[in-house]
C-alpha cells in the first residue's frame, strides 16, 4: 500500500513496508512514536518539492476544494501510472480520492485506518522525509498558513457586504440617539420657551433656532429668516411676548447650546452615513437597491447576515423577514401568519391599498429575491439592468390590481415614451359633424310607440306591476278571510 502525504514543502509518497501492523486503527499510532519504529513501518518512495511560497498556496488550495491540482498529477502519473504500480493508494481526503480513482485509474483507500496512519507520518514528517529539519518545518507551515488564510479572505473591496450590514446598524442608533437628544433638548428649554415647541415641530430646525436665538427675549432682533419662513418667524416673535416661560441663567442657557450643538452635529453626521450606505448599496446590490430602496435593501441584508445568505433564501422567508415573532406567534394560536416583514417599507408596497399589499409583498418579494440572487453571484454585473424588468413587471401587477391605468413607460427601461409635437396641432373638421335628422327623430318616436302597443316593458316596470299584483292578492285574500270569519260566527250563534 502507497500513502500519499501533503505537506507544506511538498508531496511525499510512502511505502508501507509491513501491512500486518497496521491492520488496527487503534493500535497504528504505537509504531510512529519515535523515529526508529516508524523507519520500519514506512518507507519513502518518492518527494514533489514546492518551487517557491506561491507554488504552495495554489497545491493547498486545491487540496482544501478535492481538486486534482497539474502538480499533484504529474508527480502521481510519474510515480505510480507510469512505473505500472498497482498498490492501492492511501489518502486523507475520500473525496479527492474518487477524483484521482476517475481521472488516472488509481484505487485509493481513504478510512480511519488512513487517519491514524496519516497523525503518525505527520508527527515524524521531519525524520522520514531526507534534508527536512523541525525548525523549516515549522516556518514553512506557518508561512503557509498566513498565505492560505488571506487567500481565503481575498475578495474585492466594491463588494463588501460587511460594511452595509454594520452601516444600517449604526444609522439605526445614530437615529434613536438623535432622537433621544432632540426630545431632551426640546424638554430642557421648554422650561424657558414652552410654546416655541408649538411654532417649530422640526428638531434639527428647533436645535438651529435655540443657537442662533439663546433666550427668548432676543427672537424680536435675532434674524431667523435662514431658518423660518416670515409667516412662522413672526408668529415666534409673538409667542415671545407672551411666553409664560421661567427665566433661565447663562450658565442654563450654554449647556442648553451645547446639547443643541451636538444635535446639530449628529443630524450632519446622520446625513453623511446615509450618503455612504446609498453609494454602497449601489456598488455591492444594484438590483436589490432598484426594486426595494438602500435602506429596505439594507436591512434585508443585515437581517440574514450576508448578501450570499439573502439569496439563499427563498422568496416565502425573504416576504416575512423580520416577522419572526408574529410567524411564530400566529402558529402557536393557530391565526392568520403575517403577510409582510421588512419589506413592508419597500415604495412599492405603500403605494398599493391595504387589500393589495399582501399580493404586492409576494409578488415584490420573489423580484427582490432573484435580484439579490444576481447581486450576489454575478461576476461582472454591475448596472441594475435585470431590476429594472422586475420593477415593471411588479409596478404592472400593481396597476393591474388597482385597476389603473399604468403611465407611459417601456416595460424594460422605464423612460417614458416621446411625447407628440406640439408645433402641429389637430384641428377640428367641421364636415366630420352628423346631425340626426327628422326622419331619424320620428323613427325613434314610432318605435317607442310600437314597443308600448306590443307590450314590453323595462325591468322597473315589470317589476312594479309584479308588486302591484302580490299587494292586490293579499288584499283580497284578507278580504275573502273576513267575510269567512263573520259567516262562522253567524253560524255560531
Not at 430602496?293 to 447576515?305: D, K, Q, Y
Not at 415573532?325 to 403577510?339: I, Q, V
Request: glycine residues 6%; contains cysteine.
Amino acid at each position: 500500500m502507497l500513502v500519499l502525504l501533503e505537506s507544506p514543502a511538498g508531496y511525499a509518497l510512502f511505502k508501507v513496508l509491513d501491512e500486518g501492523k497496521l491492520k488496527d486503527a487503534e493500535s497504528t499510532y504505537e509504531h510512529f512514536q519515535d523515529a526508529s519504529k516508524a523507519s520500519k513501518i514506512v518507507k519513502m518512495k518518492a518527494f514533489s518539492k514546492f518551487k517557491d511560497n506561491a507554488d504552495a498556496l495554489e497545491a493547498t488550495a486545491a487540496l482544501v476544494e478535492s481538486k486534482l491540482s497539474k502538480g499533484l498529477k504529474k508527480f502521481l502519473q510519474k510515480n505510480i501510472v507510469d512505473k505500472g504500480v498497482k498498490d492501492s493508494l492511501a489518502i486523507a481526503d475520500a473525496k479527492l480520492g474518487g477524483v484521482i480513482k476517475d481521472k488516472l485509474g488509481i484505487a485509493c483507500q481513504a478510512d480511519s485506518l488512513v487517519t491514524e496512519l496519516m497523525r503518525g507520518l505527520r508527527l515524524q514528517m521531519a525524520n522520514l522525509i531526507e534534508g527536512l529539519t523541525e525548525t523549516d518545518l515549522k516556518s514553512m507551515q506557518l508561512g503557509l498558513s498566513h498565505s492560505l488564510s488571506r487567500h481565503k479572505l481575498k475578495f474585492s473591496p466594491e463588494k463588501v457586504d460587511t460594511m452595509i450590514v454594520q452601516a444600517i446598524s449604526l444609522l439605526d442608533d445614530v437615529d434613536k440617539e438623535l432622537n433621544t437628544y432632540a426630545m431632551r433638548v426640546k424638554e430642557w428649554y421648554g422650561w424657558h420657551f414652552p410654546e416655541m415647541a408649538k411654532v417649530v415641530t422640526d428638531n434639527i430646525v428647533f436645535a438651529k433656532v435655540v443657537m442662533a436665538m439663546g433666550v427668548r427675549s432676543l427672537a424680536a432682533s435675532t434674524d431667523l429668516s435662514e431658518l423660518l419662513d416670515k409667516d412662522t418667524e413672526q408668529e415666534l416673535r409673538d409667542a415671545a411676548q407672551v411666553s409664560m416661560g421661567t427665566e433661565i441663567s447663562d450658565e442654563d442657557l450654554d449647556n442648553i447650546k451645547e446639547l443643541a450643538q451636538q444635535v446639530i452635529d449628529m443630524a450632519v453626521y446622520r446625513n453623511q452615513l446615509f450618503e455612504y450606505l446609498q453609494n454602497r448599496m449601489r456598488a455591492v446590490a444594484p438590483n436589490l437597491t432598484t426594486m426595494v430602496g438602500e435602506l429596505v435593501g439594507a436591512r434585508l441584508i443585515a437581517h440574514a447576515g450576508s448578501l450570499v445568505s439573502l439569496a439563499k433564501q427563498p422568496a416565502s422567508t425573504v416576504q416575512i423577514l423580520g416577522a419572526e415573532k408574529a410567524l411564530f406567534r400566529a402558529l402557536k394560536t393557530k391565526h392568520e401568519t403575517p403577510k409582510y416583514g421588512l419589506i413592508y417599507h419597500a415604495s412599492l408596497i405603500g403605494q398599493a391599498t391595504p387589500k393589495n399589499k399582501g399580493k404586492i409583498a409576494r409578488v415584490l418579494a420573489s423580484k427582490a429575491t432573484l435580484s439579490a440572487r444576481v447581486d450576489a453571484l454575478a461576476q461582472s454585473e454591475t448596472a441594475p439592468a435585470v431590476a429594472v424588468g422586475h420593477r415593471a413587471a411588479v409596478e404592472s401587477r400593481l396597476y393591474q390590481l388597482e385597476g389603473r391605468q399604468p403611465p407611459a413607460t417601456t416595460p424594460v427601461t422605464g423612460k417614458k415614451l416621446e411625447k407628440a409635437s406640439a408645433s402641429t396641432p389637430s384641428q377640428y373638421n367641421d364636415s366630420a359633424d352628423v346631425t340626426v335628422g327628422e326622419s331619424a327623430k320620428k323613427k325613434s318616436k314610432k318605435d317607442k310607440k310600437d314597443k308600448s302597443d306590443k307590450g314590453e316593458k323595462t325591468p322597473k316596470s315589470e317589476k312594479k306591476s309584479k308588486k302591484r299584483s302580490r299587494d292586490e292578492d293579499e288584499e283580497s285574500s284578507g278580504k275573502k278571510s273576513a267575510k269567512k270569519s263573520k259567516k262562522d260566527k253567524k253560524s255560531k250563534d
